[in-house]
């Protein structure tokens, strides 16, 4: 691994939280210097950890793809939307009866913080305590009429994420969006409470991570309507990458659009955090 050395305009901060998908990797390839930005800021002594807002995976599997990738990752250095919902429903509503539009891992994460997970036939038959949307690969008109006949009968509207498309290697896959999307246009009801980026409660579980206060980390994204808000609503100090869905047009625009309150750094990757020697 090249030797690296943080740049001056980074070196105030503590705590490094960094978006995944379009920041970190593109499907199964890191971003190029990745690897050595990471590394550099770790052994310069500062904490780093991961947020991803997609329910696709488990933190133990994010981490080992980190891992396999080059970037040597702990499962409690990544933070996803499935884990923050979970983890709340959990505190706020233990066993709760849910019925969600969402793949395997997501169902695992709430099952194991002790929600009681519904079958389509379960959840038709009743009562539903809240509907979870989540971005789902397996969609099909079971399961957004099954949530359409909880949601009409009184179950909360909750959601993993509210993203309108994921960034993959060569382009982009429709999100969880169009899930919500479909359900307000439906029932008639809006969307109550989202878990992932941009809520606050993402970068709380983060700096209660890395121990350190918002004001002393930095926020890294290639997402303006999340990553780069989530972070400036929160007091801190944001970089966004171009490596990912947003261009530099879109980010300046950003900036000017939030009064010159963000992003604070505009940056082609996050190569740039650091000098790196060969």
């Known amino acids: 691994m090249a030797v690296g050395t943080i740049k001056e305009e980074f070196q105030k901060y503590k705590g490094f939280i960094f978006d995944l998908d379009g920041t970190i990797y593109l499907g199964d390839k890191l971003i190029p210097g990745a690897a050595a930005v990471v590394e550099t800021l770790r052994r310069e002594g ?17 981490a080992r793809k980190l891992t396999k990738l080059g970037i040597v990752t702990p499962p409690q250095d990544v933070i996803n ?20 539009t969402g793949e395997p891992p997501l169902l695992a994460e709430l099952a194991e913080n ?3 997970v519904l079958t389509s036939a379960q959840a038709l038959a009743g ?10 690969r397996t969609l099909n008109y079971e399961k957004l ?24 290697d060569g382009g982009e ?19 109550e409470f989202v ?24 926020m890294t994204g290639d997402r303006l309507e999340t990553d780069m808000r989530m972070g400036i609503e929160a007091g801190m100090d944001t970089a966004a990458v171009l490596s990912g869905v947003s261009t530099r047009e879109e980010a300046e625009d950003y900036r000017r659009k939030m009064g010159g309150r963000g992003p604070t750094h505009i940056l082609r990757s996050v190569a740039e955090i650091v000098h790196v020697e060969s």
């Open 195 to 218: 878990a992932g980026k941009p809520n606050a409660l993402m970068l709380q579980v983060a700096c209660e991570r890395l121990g350190a206060d918002p004001a002393e980390c930095l």
């Open 114 to 116: 002790g929600l009681q």
């Open 173 to 191: 896959l429709p999100d969880a969006a169009g899930v919500i999307a479909f359900l307000e246009a439906t029932t008639g009801r809006k969307l």
């Open 145 to 168: 009429d099954t949530a359409f006949q909880a949601l009409k009968k009184g179950a909360r509207f909750l959601a993993t994420n509210a993203d309108r498309t994921c960034p993959v």
């Open 127 to 136: 009562p539903v305590d809240a509907v979870i949307a989540a971005f789902d």
């Open 81 to 100: 939307s499935a884990y923050v919902l979970a983890q709340l429903l959990a505190k706020e509503t233990p066993g709760a009866r849910v019925y969600v």
């Open 46 to 62: 500062r904490r780093v950890v991961f947020l991803s807002n997609k329910p696709l995976d488990r933190r133990e599997t994010y």
